[in-house]
């Protein structure tokens, strides 16, 4: 090609070739964000062939061994069909709040699609989300604590490593909860190869069952696994109370789609998740048909003894990950449920610059780990905490399928009858599965159900306190536009520069501006009355981040709105001013902060035990100068004290 015709090329690109390179660019992306995927969204759903398949197996003594096998595969198949592949990824994941999924996203969807913050609807979000935690807890103890079981299974090793166990267990979880600090970001990368090799594992030991007993496939059929309610209804609801066990990660799956999106889910569950998970149950089911002994531990049998150490390794791979995966989603929830002032502000931070949604908050973090621990010392081995497995995660998606009825009805505009049809079958498989679970209650589901409560009556304590609070400090203040006009009739000392006075409501005087006027007698030049308002979409787009309006000559009206997902930083927000007319320069701003104290009374609006509750999540929440990421040698604090 010659000069001029390459300097042509140059400056007018074929469009084919540049529409071709965009393609094979998105394809690109497509197959990283499955491969992501893989690692993150499916890693708890993928650690359970560790011990779903072995406690199923354990409720059908005094049965035929053929009957056991063949039921508790086909239950197990059905319920990743209808639970994982249709509710989940042909229904839910449609039901996204601008991209994001998870409890609180549906929460603040149906909230935003009925035009106003009702009760109901936020009395399940927070039950779903305080549930979340409740069997969280749950997933990296015995995950890990499986994997670790398995070296007892080792060819050399045998009982004399028992005692070990735990102490392992509990050493590789704290080494996982002190790294969080440091964030995912350089090890992340890794999730996606390691789970991929770990499926590919787990589908090649189980073909290897299957050829030597290729009867198992008939355990498809659903006959068999009615055949066990049929044989014994208190069995099969035991045995389907333990198969559970093998969608405990499907909520991911909707949780997720913000960081992956739809379409990479969905193709990682179709082409690698669903069909290796389920060659592996059929593997370990085709494992006891030819050995029944093998139903007290099929999945670390089915491992041939000259791979047994390297498939160890990748199971500990594989728990560690599923767990990273659980903690980063506690992070998560708890960063929505803060925005969404559902829980007290917690000191959040940021792991890395460029990847969203990487975030540490140390409180949970700490909390996490105290109850992990806890949870193997008072449990001890995974078969004790497979039965504190599952009732709180069923609870979880029945709230999801009843908050899907509201947004069917109210956003997505469907007839009643057909909001019913698309909703009833779900809630119904929930609800068995949900009644199945009960049996578990005394064996240790208590612990769960028990935190989740907890954390309901702190969420329930700090959004209804909030409110009253708010309610009181707007009767006792004065009214903005009042304050307004008598500085008008009588004008303070002004000064240069630019005052912010942070407020939750803007109708009203800050108390900060107050005392400032009451103690210190003067009135900045500009002075901003700066309202941080959260709305029901996840993310905020810059040119609809302020909404400014000027009051008079010396006040401006300013609201500075976030999405449930982003995290506040009034610094970046408030340099989009001058662009709205509004000059700003951080070294010439002071910002006001008015910090309450909060005494208790008898015979107020919550009873006594519940202030001093409210009272403690106050004092112990963040500081909203690290919370908004103002500069602390820009600060002004002026406090005052509210009776509630």
């Keep these: 090609m010659s000069l001029?015709?390459?300097?042509?090329?140059?400056?007018?690109?074929?469009?084919?070739?540049?529409?071709?390179?965009?393609?094979?660019?998105?394809?690109?992306?497509?197959?990283?964000?499955?491969?992501?995927?893989?690692?993150?969204?499916?890693?708890?759903?993928?650690?359970?062939?560790?011990?779903?398949?072995?406690?199923?197996?354990?409720?059908?003594?005094?049965?035929?061994?053929?009957?056991?096998?063949?039921?508790?595969?086909?239950?197990?198949?059905?319920?990743?069909?209808?639970?994982?592949?249709?509710?989940?990824?042909?229904?839910?994941?449609?039901?996204?709040?601008?991209?994001?999924?998870g409890t609180l996203a549906m929460m603040a969807l149906a909230q935003h699609a009925m035009g106003r913050r009702t009760g109901l609807v936020f009395l399940l979000g927070v039950i779903g989300a305080a549930l979340f935690y409740g069997d969280g807890l749950i997933t990296p103890a015995i995950s890990v604590l499986s994997a670790a079981e398995g070296v007892v299974d080792a060819p050399g090793v045998g009982e004399a490593f028992r005692p070990f166990v735990l102490p392992t267990a509990a050493a590789i979880l704290v080494a996982l909860f002190m790294v969080q600090s440091r964030g995912t970001a350089s090890v992340g990368r890794f999730f996606g190869p390691i789970t991929?090799?770990?499926?590919?594992?787990?589908?090649?030991?189980?073909?290897?069952?299957?050829?030597?007993?290729?009867?198992?496939?008939?355990?498809?059929?659903?006959?068999?696994?009615?055949?066990?309610?049929?044989?014994?209804?208190?069995?099969?609801?035991?045995?389907?109370?333990?198969v559970f066990l093998v969608v405990t990660g499907a909520e991911a799956l909707y949780a997720d789609i913000g960081h992956f999106g739809k379409g990479p889910i969905r193709t990682a569950w179709l082409a690698v998740a669903f069909p290796c998970l389920m060659i592996n149950y059929l593997g370990q089911g085709a494992l006891v048909l030819h050995d029944p002994t093998a139903a007290a531990n099929p999945f670390f049998r089915m491992i041939p003894s000259f791979a047994y150490w390297p498939v160890l390794a990748l199971t500990t791979a594989a728990t560690v990950i599923a767990s990273q995966a659980v903690i980063t989603g506690a992070f998560s929830v708890t960063q929505q449920a803060v925005q969404l002032n559902i829980l007290p502000r917690m000191n959040i931070r940021r792991t890395s610059e460029t990847v969203a949604g990487q975030i540490y908050v140390p409180?949970?973090?700490?909390?996490?780990?105290?109850?992990?621990?806890?949870?193997?010392?008072?449990?001890?081995?995974?078969?004790?905490?497979?039965?504190?497995?599952?009732?709180?995660?069923?609870?979880?998606?029945?709230?999801?399928?009843?908050?899907?009825?509201?947004?069917?009805?109210?956003s997505w505009r469907w007839p009643l009858i057909g909001a019913v049809a698309l909703c009833a079958p779900f809630l119904l498989v929930d609800l068995v599965f949900l009644g199945a679970n009960t049996f578990k209650f005394v064996q240790g589901g208590w612990f769960p159900v028990a935190l989740g409560a907890g954390l309901i009556l702190i969420m329930w304590t700090w959004s209804h306190g909030t409110r009253i609070l708010a309610e009181k400090t707007r009767r006792d203040s004065v009214p903005l536009a009042d304050l307004i006009e008598t500085l008008r009739a009588r004008p303070p000392h002004r000064t240069e520069g630019t005052a912010i006075f942070l407020t939750s409501d803007p109708e009203i005087a800050p108390v900060?501006?107050?005392?400032?006027?009451?103690?210190?007698?003067?009135?900045?030049?500009?002075?901003?009355?700066?309202?941080?308002?959260?709305?029901?979409?996840?993310?905020?787009?810059?040119?609809?981040?302020?909404?400014?309006?000027?009051?008079?000559?010396?006040?401006?009206?300013?609201?500075?709105?976030?999405?449930?997902?982003?995290?506040?930083d009034l610094p970046r927000a408030l340099g989009l001013c001058p662009t709205r007319g509004l000059p700003f320069n951080l070294m010439a701003t002071s910002f006001f902060v008015g910090r309450r104290t909060v005494v208790a009374t008898p015979g107020g609006a919550m009873p006594l035990w519940q202030d001093k509750l409210f009272i403690f999540?106050?004092?112990?929440?963040?500081?909203?100068?690290?919370?908004?990421?103002?500069?602390?040698?820009?600060?002004?604090?002026?406090?005052?004290?509210?009776?509630?």
């Design 4 to 101: 001029p015709n390459v300097v042509s090329a140059v400056a007018h690109p074929d469009p084919t070739s540049t529409s071709t390179a965009q393609g094979e660019r998105r394809r690109s992306s497509f197959w990283l964000l499955t491969l992501g995927s893989v690692g993150v969204v499916f890693g708890d759903i993928g650690t359970s062939p560790l011990y779903a398949m072995r406690e199923a197996l354990a409720h059908t003594t005094g049965i035929p061994v053929s009957m056991a096998a063949m039921g508790v595969v086909s239950l197990v198949f059905w319920a990743l069909i209808l639970v994982v592949t249709i509710k989940y990824l042909v229904v839910v994941l449609r039901a996204d709040n601008k991209g994001e999924g």
């Design 196 to 242: 991929l090799v770990w499926f590919l594992v787990l589908a090649a030991m189980g073909l290897s069952q299957i050829l030597r007993e290729p009867s198992i496939l008939l355990g498809l059929n659903p006959i068999h696994g009615l055949n066990l309610f049929a044989h014994n209804w208190l069995l099969g609801a035991a045995v389907l109370g333990s």
């Design 363 to 410: 409180a949970i973090n700490t909390l996490l780990m105290v109850g992990v621990l806890a949870l193997l010392l008072m449990f001890r081995n995974s078969s004790n905490l497979a039965a504190a497995y599952g009732i709180a995660i069923t609870a979880t998606m029945v709230i999801t399928v009843l908050l899907l009825f509201i947004i069917a009805r109210r």
């Design 512 to 568: 900060a501006l107050t005392h400032n006027l009451k103690h210190n007698r003067v009135l900045h030049q500009r002075n901003i009355i700066l309202t941080a308002k959260t709305e029901d979409l996840p993310y905020v787009a810059d040119a609809e981040r302020l909404e400014l309006r000027r009051l008079n000559e010396a006040f401006w009206a300013l609201t500075v709105r976030y999405g449930f997902m982003e995290a506040p």
């Design 617 to 644: 999540l106050m004092r112990n929440a963040a500081n909203p100068i690290d919370y908004f990421r103002i500069p602390p040698g820009r600060v002004v604090e002026m406090g005052a004290q509210v009776v509630v």
